[in-house]
């Protein structure tokens, strides 16, 4: 494709409403019909998934785990067939939803490292990400999940976090792991604050903490409900201020 496919991954400590944030993203990017989004659900929660309302077939780990069991009885094929093997069973894994596609990673359950295993679905995860506009992944709480499973590179590292101390020393950490450890390449880096009771408590954030805050979404019992019920965030209203709000965070990283 022409375009460069534009990457962004969500990271941030658990219950800090990162899933939310990535489903809110999803889904505004979704109403832009003519770009093709592929969502990737690297947290094994497999959250994503559910607040989006779409479900999966399998996961990349259904896959990788059918591999090594099949390595184990000694089935093994030479690398080109268990190229194509891959790369069709990855794309059977896709669940597609107008102009989404959704790729859940799961949890790995067999033990050892296998690592051939896990650089080839890397190289072709990466390589399926080409065929789209902009990728979206919602990832753990920390990076090296990302760069280990995912993709090395990636545009956009947003760091979510309410306005717990807790949230912002995991963000602060995942920060330095990305700059000072190299866990994973990055353009840009950012924070989303979510959760903020009003204006004075994101100022207080942005002057205390040395990240760059993209932008804060407040206390919403709207999302609190979709969270509660299981509902899909496709379906969350255009005109409230998270929506209002992911929108303009989108524009000023100039994903689209």
């Known amino acids: ?43 094994p929660a497999v959250g994503l998934c559910t607040s989006l309302g779409i479900p999966i077939k399998k996961t990349v780990d259904d896959i990788r785990n059918d591999l090594i069991h099949s390595i184990q009885k000694g089935e093994s094929q030479d690398k080109t067939a268990t190229l194509k093997m891959l790369d069709y069973e990855l794309f059977d894994a896709l669940t597609e939803f107008n102009n989404v596609a959704l790729l859940a990673i799961g949890r790995p359950e067999s033990e050892g490292c296998f690592c051939k295993v896990n650089s080839l679905l890397k190289e072709i995860i990466q390589d399926l990400a080409k065929n789209f506009d902009v990728v979206l992944i919602d990832g753990e709480a920390g990076v090296e999940q990302i760069n280990r499973r995912v993709m090395k590179t990636v545009d956009h590292l947003i760091m979510i976090s309410d306005t717990s101390a807790k949230g912002i020393n995991v963000a602060r950490t995942i920060k330095h792991l990305a700059e000072d450890n190299k866990a994973v390449n990055y353009k840009s880096m950012g924070m989303i604050l979510n959760r903020v009771r009003d204006e004075r408590e994101a100022q207080n954030i942005i002057n205390n903490v040395p990240i760059n805050v993209l932008g804060w979404l407040m206390e919403d019992d709207l999302i609190r409900e979709f969270d509660y019920h299981g509902r899909s965030f496709i379906d969350f209203p255009d005109d409230t201020s998270a929506c209002k709000t992911v929108n303009q965070i989108i524009q000023d990283l100039q994903i689209v």
């Open 1 to 43: 494709m022409d375009k460069k496919t534009k990457t962004i991954a969500l990271c941030g400590k658990g219950g800090v409403g990162k899933t939310s944030v990535s489903a809110l993203m999803v889904k505004n990017l979704a109403q832009r019909k003519n770009l093709k989004i592929l969502a990737i659900d690297a947290d």
